[in-house]
């Protein structure tokens, strides 16, 4: 299937991690600019690829480029709602190529070619072309695909632009809907591959912390595959409507995290908050000192005044973790009303990146948005008390009132940053251990519980005795 390409496709590379050492090129990234987009289109020409700016073969080693992926698709079933979803499976497709690495989503996107890819002959259009068969094989609703690859920087930066409005677009719709209207919720498992008790609940208040999957994503990928990644959630009972605690909720994660939660609250970093992955587009922490949350994004390069970056606070709390007093979380939910409502929403924020305050100001009450300092304002907890009591922060109500719920900050700078993206050079590589062959007993069964394991097998028999 994949002959012309001149290196393997399979899912057993989908751990793969290039390092500098071994890399040939970055695209797009932190360093560069770049996007992917799926657009459903009423007429496509089947298996078009096309390379707009310099292939890899003009590109030099260790050099930087902007990187556009567009994916055309035409089908009598696909809908436009499923966009989102199949453009997220990018990721993971992107991800089969040997010597081809891609992480984040949307507008994030950073990808590496090995130098052994390079020697081996690929080019960004076996790119392309690998895509065009994986596409059609996970989605046999998908008639006709044509792919374009963009390296060209202004060719790309057009394309970036072209790309964000069309996530705009799609978060908006989502912006109209609120929990209490709707009777069921989703939940998705596409993360599991990288981080095995993840789980995603995505409900009209909560996108998805990847930010690329919102409710009616999911509405549309549940109906096309009901047994697929994404799948339905009844609401069930309600145990807390501000924490967001639902009964089903509980269940469906208990089961789908192999037993490790049995509780999560949509709306709050405390207690049991929702788990996170890794490609979250924010981390809310807490700020025990002050009693008060910050938000820092992916975008963001200097310290939190906890004095740890974006990838050491992600270290922290991704690969499938809850851990209190942090949660991996969508820009889009900060748009929502009930974001973190639990916890005092905005009221409680005491720290933001500008960029992102700027970017939310609409959402930020209009009487707090001059008292949550930034970056600019405050680089520690003491300058950060200082503004807030300059500008009468409501948090100072809280300090002088009852004390935080969490006493301590669990804040330890770890080493392994899983899956975080700002530091690719730290990212673990899963080990592999090879099985190849083992009889069951005879009687009284064994129970076998792989955690965190990926199992590759060219051949599997199952007898019946
Ligand atoms: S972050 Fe959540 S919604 Fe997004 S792909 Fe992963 S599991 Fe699915
Ligand atoms: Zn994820």
Known sequence: MFEDIPV????????ERIRSANMFVELAGPKSWGAELVQVEETVEDGKVEVIGPELQDMGEGDIHPLGIKIEIQGEALEKELEGVIERRTHELCNYIKGFMHLNQRDQIWCRVSKEALEAGFKLEDLAKALLILFKEEYPIIESIAITIMTDEDEVQRFVEKARLQYE????????LSDEDV?????????????????????????????????????????????????EIEKGEVLDEVKGEYSTVNEVVSQRSQGTFDTVYLHSVF????????????????????DGIGIVDRDFRGETPLGIPFSAM?????????????????LEYMRSPKFLQADGGYERIIW????????????????LKDKIPTEEESANIKDMRAFLEEKGHPILDRLEGTPGEVEEAPVQEEESVEYAEMDMEAMPVAPVAYAPEFTMPASGGVKIIFKNAKIYAEKVIIKKN
């Not at 049991?272 to 924010?282: I, K, L, N, R, Y």
């Not at 933001?352 to 009450?365: D, G, H, M, N, Q």
Request: hydrophobic share 35%; charged share 20%.
């Open 8 to 15: 393997d496709v399979s899912p057993m590379y989908e751990g």
């Open 314 to 330: 992600a270290g922290q709390c991704s690969g499938g973790k809850q851990v209190e007093g942090f949660t991996g979380l969508s």
């Open 169 to 176: 677009q799609r978060d908006a719709r989502a912006r109209e």
């Open 352 to 367: 933001l990146p500008k960029e992102i305050k700027e970017s939310l100001s609409e959402y930020i009450p209009g009487d």
């Open 183 to 231: 009777d069921v919720f989703y939940g998705c498992v596409m993360c599991q591959s990288f981080a095995p008790t993840h789980v995603c609940v995505v409900t009209p208040d909560r996108t998805a912390l990847c930010g690329a999957i919102n409710w009616f994503d999911c509405r549309a990928a549940a109906k096309m595959d009901p047994d697929g990644p994404i799948f």
């Open 271 to 290: 207690g049991h908050p929702h788990t996170s992955c890794g490609c979250f587009e924010a981390v809310a922490f807490y700020i025990p000192e002050l």
